[in-house]
């Protein structure tokens, strides 16, 4: 089946620590997103991707990066940089940006704890 | 500026009665709405969705209703289940037809044997 693939579910990281959630994608889809989800705030987009080799900051974009060397995998990187990276981290991928289709498929999610 | 705005973060209803979740927005350029449907611990999934060009979309229980006056839709479930009971996100595309999406707050919906 096809599907999008976060991991790990879980994820300690101690302070001052880099670390990377996984996201693999075997739907085809062009376009990669990291969202990240604050209780009472919402979905906020963090990065995005529409082509392999090349990605987009989002709104809160400072303390993260990623890559996309892949079509399938969008992997994201919290770095030390990032003040308050406590929170359930989302991957989304979709077909196209064009047209009105806008099917994000979103994965299982990674909760991302500092401990 | 939150450019979708869901501004009741929770609602109780009764199962067999009506669910009305809001959602307002203030970019007229809005052209395309959806409603996503998230559990606790799980990824949001896709519910439903409408065209600028319509005012009302259903599937099933799910009815989306828009008011472009207003700036405003609704999401209507009839009959409310339990299984219903999770976190409603509305989203609109920004940045035109081809932007991605901008997410409101969400809805925590418990419907109450």
């Known amino acids: 089946d096809g599907g999008i693939t976060q991991s790990p579910k879980y994820l300690f990281r101690k302070e001052g620590q880099n670390v990377t959630l996984s996201c693999e994608q075997n739907?085809?889809?062009?376009?990669m997103y990291w969202y990240r989800q604050d209780p009472g705030q919402g979905l906020r987009l963090i990065y995005y991707s529409q082509i392999v080799n090349d990605f987009q900051k989002g709104d809160i974009a400072e303390g993260y990066s990623v890559s996309r060397e892949k079509k399938e995998s969008f992997p994201l990187t919290v770095t030390s940089a990032q003040k308050n990276p406590t929170a359930f981290y989302l991957c989304?991928?979709?077909?196209?940006?064009?047209?009105?289709?806008?099917?994000?498929?979103f994965g299982s999610g990674t909760r991302l704890t500092v401990v | 500026d939150q450019q979708v705005k869901q501004n009741s973060p929770s609602l109780s209803v009764q199962e067999g009665r009506i669910s009305i979740l809001n959602c307002d927005y203030t970019?007229?350029?809005?052209?395309?709405f959806l409603w996503y449907k998230k559990y606790p611990a799980e990824g949001p999934t896709f519910l439903i969705s409408i065209s600028s060009i319509k005012d009302k979309n259903e599937d099933g229980r799910f009815t989306v209703f828009l008011n472009k006056s207003a700036k405003h839709l609704s999401l209507h479930i009839v009959p409310s289940q339990p299984g219903d009971s999770a976190v409603y996100f509305c989203a609109a595309p920004y940045g035109g037809s081809q932007g991605n999406l901008i997410f409101g707050k969400g809805t925590k919906l418990s419907v109450k044997p």
């Open positions: 989304a991928s979709s077909m196209t940006r064009t047209g009105t289709n806008y099917g994000y498929t």
């Open positions: 739907l085809n889809h062009d376009a």
């Open positions: 970019n007229s350029m809005f052209d395309y």
